[in-house]
């Protein structure tokens, strides 16, 4: 994980051999093992001694007698790497907040379906922006937890999350509540407050961008272009509204597939190559060693 710090151990070493990694694309947990050893010379008393060691990486806590929480040991492209209970239980948390936005969302936009004067519409009305809230903690979960080799690309996303969440709270405190209205009400009657409020999807579209991208998911991939869609058309003005009362209804039903269908993938697959993450965690002076000799070796 990104976020788990590797004890290396070392000795002083004089010759280091590393056989390169290779690997099969974005998000793909195959690759060739790295393989590590060190060879020492030292003089003690005269007499050389050449002992030979291998470099074991791990996770500080874990026990090497301990067995893993998953046996199936994964060949990613820095080194072999298995499943442990806190990468399950990461996993499930980054799916359950899609889960909670996902609900959150088609609970808040199906006011837009159901008769006005009906006690489910108002009950919704009244709780709006109390399912808006809870969509936005949900998403800012899985951001949080989601696995993407570029730190820089997760950063953005979060950024994007906070600006949103910072814009949603200065428009509904600044604007739509001296107006007696909640958030997305306000945003409905001002397009252009699609602006203050607009980072906040972007987040979302570049989250399910990138689960279409790793994994294939159509149903992710349209929604890259539904989400844009209907915010920039309604921003606009350009669309009437029955397509967008169209698009967003096809955005519900397709959020709800995409965040179903997360539980039916293997854990793995939303942790990706557990061993590009360790490597990350390596310092700068242990990176930069192992891209000389891999540079040298190609």
């Known amino acids: 994980m990104a ?10 070493p004089t010759k280091l051999r590393i056989n390169k990694p290779s690997c099969s694309g974005f998000g793909s947990g195959s690759g060739s ?3 590590l050893s060190l060879k ?10 050449s002992p030979r060691r291998n470099i074991k990486c791990k996770a500080l806590g874990e026990s090497s007698q301990q067995p893993s929480f998953d046996q199936t040991v994964y060949n990613g492209a820095y080194g072999p790497w298995t499943v442990d209970p ?16 996902a609900a959150s969302f088609i609970a808040a936009a199906s006011v ?7 006690l489910f519409g108002e009950i919704i009305k009244q709780n709006i922006d109390l399912f808006y809230t809870l969509g936005a903690a949900g998403l800012g979960l899985s951001l949080i ?3 993407i080799y570029v730190t820089e690309i997760k950063r953005t996303l979060q950024a994007l999350w906070v600006l949103g969440v910072m814009g949603s709270l200065a428009t509904y405190t600044a604007l739509a509540r001296p107006a007696g209205e909640n958030l997305v009400q306000y ?12 980072s906040l999807f972007a987040a979302l579209t570049g989250l399910v961008f990138k689960e279409g991208l790793c994994y294939g998911k159509l149903e992710a991939g349209i929604l890259t272009f539904i989400i844009p869609s209907v915010l920039l058309g309604h921003l606009s003005g350009l669309m009437d509204d029955g397509v967008k009362l169209s698009l967003l209804g096809s955005w519900m039903v397709l959020f709800v597939i995409f965040a179903g269908r997360k539980f039916t993938q293997p854990i793995k697959d939303d942790i990706g190559d557990k061993s590009v993450f360790m490597f990350n965690a390596l310092s700068e002076d242990e990176k930069k060693a192992l891209i000389e000799k891999l540079e040298q070796q190609s």
């Not at 945003?187 to 607009?198: E, L, Q």
């Open 112 to 118: 837009a379906f159901v008769p006005t004067d009906s």
């Open 145 to 147: 937890l989601i696995h």
């Open 33 to 35: 093992a790295l393989s």
């Open 3 to 12: 976020s788990r710090v590797l004890a290396t151990t070392l000795v002083p």
């Open 86 to 101: 806190s990468d399950v239980r990461e996993v499930i948390l980054y799916r359950s907040g899609l889960v909670t936005a």
């Open 187 to 198: 945003v409905i009657d001002h397009p252009t407050a699609v602006w203050f409020v607009g």
């Open 40 to 49: 020492v010379s030292a003089k003690s008393n005269g007499k050389s001694v």
